[in-house]
């Protein structure tokens, strides 16, 4: 399984960016996939997951700004980022695990395959 993940990028305060993270070896739609993020001297942390069923869990801190999707025809999984503010800041990295209970989405070792981190950095 191999997920490559895409899309970041240098923005401003109030930008939008859309990350891709696009898998070979595993059908998404059939998995937990899950956006996590981590700044330099931070644990890594969850942002969002997409179940099977297509539920959608998000953390807090993006919650309304932040948007995760998929497409199963290209088998990629999307976050779209609005409204980025600087501590959105971060190496994000997309993660794909099967049989994740709900109680187990924001932690990162419920996932088994993880793709390369994609930098996003806002500037104020």
């Known amino acids: 399984v191999q997920l490559q993940a895409s899309g970041g990028g240098l923005v401003q305060a109030g930008d939008s960016l859309r990350l891709s993270c696009a898998a070979s070896g595993r059908t998404l739609s059939r998995s937990t996939t899950g956006w996590f993020r981590q700044a330099p001297g931070k644990e890594r942390e969850f942002v969002a997951a997409?179940?099977?069923?297509?539920?959608?869990i998000y953390s807090d801190s993006v919650k309304g700004r932040f948007t995760i999707s998929r497409d199963n025809a290209l088998n990629t999984v999307y976050l779209e980022m609005n409204s980025l503010k600087p501590d959105d800041t971060a190496a994000y990295y997309c993660a794909t695990g099967q049989g994740v209970i709900l109680s187990n989405v924001r932690n990162n070792r419920a996932y088994s395959y993880w793709g390369q981190g994609t930098q996003v950095t806002v500037s104020s």
């Open positions: 997409l179940r099977p069923g297509d539920a959608k």
